[in-house]
Structures are given as structure tokens and as C-alpha cells.
């Protein structure tokens, strides 16, 4: 019996995980919904991922100082090495995948992104060795399948920029997967609220300052659901899942935790059918069906 404690605890330790990526995942996706609803003001991405980290940042820098003085001072390499997350992981990750949104759909956008995981797989095995095993491999293949079906379905509703929209979001998922490698070997080493609050508010602050490169400031005046929404972008589409990601990343890697969060393309389908009349159809049921047979295979996992 004691000998088998360990264990369960590991595979608690792990589903814990697992759960905490999933939901992360789904809040994080929503964050294409919510931009769709603000692009019907007819504001541009440059000013609405401005609004996002700006609303954003006052938490960030709070936990920021918070850690600045319960923390032992950080290296001179360090401190560069998180100035290139910030800005690699949610500034230009952030700001190619608004871009894309303007010209495909939400659901076509949130399947792009989640080529992430292959991009962490690949990367992991490359420059850390990392060994991948067969039902990885396979909980890989299972959801990509599914997600395939989805992206032929809504390939025909991108319009005549759908190219242009996805080489931008699969630039953003590339950056982030660049992200999720680099921040899962430093913060085993800063903890996971260090490492974000750091990380985000050298993508705020860079997000702020392209704001007033490149529009004047009267942008900044917009109707009011433009605010509200863009506060719910802030709270609930990236601070939340930004620390929720981290936390799954130092419980089950990097490579696993953005594997779990392939669920976000099935959460999206819903989301946007139910937000912005985005129809659902059998192909998409289908794909949804093999996303969660991934999803089940990677709690197979052994320890």
C-alpha cells in the first residue's frame, strides 16, 4: 500500500495539472471571440491589443513588485532572457495573431494556433533532448486529425485574405511556442508568478509604446462596449489564463501542457456559434470527438 502512495500522488499531481492547463486553454481562447465582438467598433489590432495589456498591466505590476521584494535580486542574463520571453511570447505573439483575426474567423484562428504543441514537441526534442514518447506521439496525431477536419470546414468561409490571416497566426503560434519552451526552463528557476508578471509587463509596456508609434492618441476615445469588452480580454483572457498556463507548465512541462490545450479549438467552436452565429456542423462535431479522444490519451500517461 505505501509503496503505491507515491504514485497516486504523482498521477493526482499530473490530472491536477492537466486540468489546470485545460482550463487556461479555454479562457485563453475566448480571447478570439471577445476581439471579434470589439472589431465590430471598428477599432484596429494595433489599438485593441493596446486596451488588452493596458487594462492588463496594473495586475501584472502589482505581483511584479509583490515578488521584486520577496525575491533574491535577478542575473544580468536573466533579466535579458525575460525581457526576450515578454517580448517574443505576448507581444508579437499576441499582436500577429489580432492581426490575423481581422481577416478569418474565430474558429479558423484558434485551429492555426494549436499547431503549438508539434512546434514544443519538435523543439523540446531538438534543443533539450527531450525524449517524446508513442502516446504522445499519438494523443498528437488523434487531435490534429480532429482539427484538420474543422480547418477544411472553415477554410471555405475565410474569405479572399484567409492566406494572409494564417501565415499571421501561424506566426503568432510559432512565437509562442518559442514562449512555452524558453519560460518552461526558467521557471523552474523564478517560480511562475515571477516569470509572468516580469514577462507581461515587458509585453505591456512594448504593446503601449507601438500604440503611440503608430496612432494618435484620440484613438484611445472609443464607445464604451470597446472598454468593457476589452477589460473582460484583459481579466479573464489573459491574466487568468496566463498564470493558469504557467502553473501547469511547472507541474507537467511544456510540451504536455500545450498538448492539453488543443481543447481550445472545440471551446471556440462553441463559443463562437453561440457569440457570433458561427455555424457548427458534423465535420466540426466529428473533429471535436477525436480532439477529446486526444485529450484522453494523454491522461493515460504513465508516471
Aim: with cysteine; net charge positive; hydrophobic share 55%.
Amino acid at each position: 500500500m505505501h509503496s503505491q502512495q507515491p504514485n497516486s500522488h504523482t498521477r493526482q499531481h499530473y490530472l491536477g495539472g492537466l486540468a489546470i492547463a485545460i482550463a487556461g486553454a479555454i479562457l485563453f481562447s475566448t480571447k478570439a471571440i471577445v476581439a471579434k465582438l470589439i472589431y465590430r467598433y471598428q477599432v484596429d489590432a494595433v489599438t485593441l491589443i493596446t486596451f488588452r495589456m493596458a487594462f492588463s498591466l496594473p495586475i501584472f505590476a502589482a505581483i511584479a513588485v509583490w515578488q521584486m521584494r520577496n525575491s533574491s535580486p535577478l542575473s544580468v542574463s536573466d533579466r535579458w532572457r525575460l525581457v526576450g520571453l515578454g517580448l517574443v511570447g505576448y507581444y508579437l505573439s499576441s499582436f500577429l495573431d489580432f492581426l490575423g483575426l481581422q481577416y478569418i474567423t474565430a474558429g479558423l484562428e484558434r485551429l492555426i494556433l494549436f499547431l503549438t504543441p508539434s512546434f514544443v514537441l519538435l523543439m523540446s526534442a531538438v534543443w533539450y533532448r527531450r525524449k517524446v514518447s508513442m502516446l504522445e506521439w499519438a494523443a498528437l496525431v488523434v487531435s490534429y486529425f480532429g482539427i484538420v477536419l474543422v480547418f477544411l470546414h472553415d477554410l471555405e468561409f475565410g474569405g479572399k485574405d484567409v492566406l494572409l490571416g494564417s501565415a499571421m497566426v501561424l506566426g503568432a503560434a510559432v512565437s509562442y511556442a518559442v514562449y512555452l519552451i524558453q519560460s518552461g526552463q526558467m521557471v523552474r528557476q523564478l517560480g511562475s508568478l515571477r516569470l509572468v508578471s516580469y514577462a507581461m509587463c515587458v509585453s505591456s509596456v512594448a504593446c503601449i509604446g507601438q500604440f503611440f508609434a503608430l496612432r494618435p492618441a484620440s484613438m484611445l476615445l472609443q464607445p464604451a462596449p470597446v472598454y468593457f469588452l476589452s477589460v473582460i480580454n484583459a481579466i479573464f483572457c489573459t491574466v487568468l489564463p496566463v498564470f493558469l498556463t504557467m502553473i501547469a507548465v511547472q507541474r507537467i512541462g511544456a510540451a504536455t501542457a500545450s498538448q492539453a490545450g488543443m481543447i481550445g479549438p472545440v471551446s471556440t467552436l462553441f463559443l463562437g456559434a453561440f457569440f457570433l452565429a458561427e455555424p457548427i456542423t458534423g465535420w466540426q462535431i466529428a473533429g471535436t470527438v477525436l480532439v477529446m479522444g486526444g485529450m484522453y490519451l494523454l491522461t493515460r500517461k504513465k508516471m
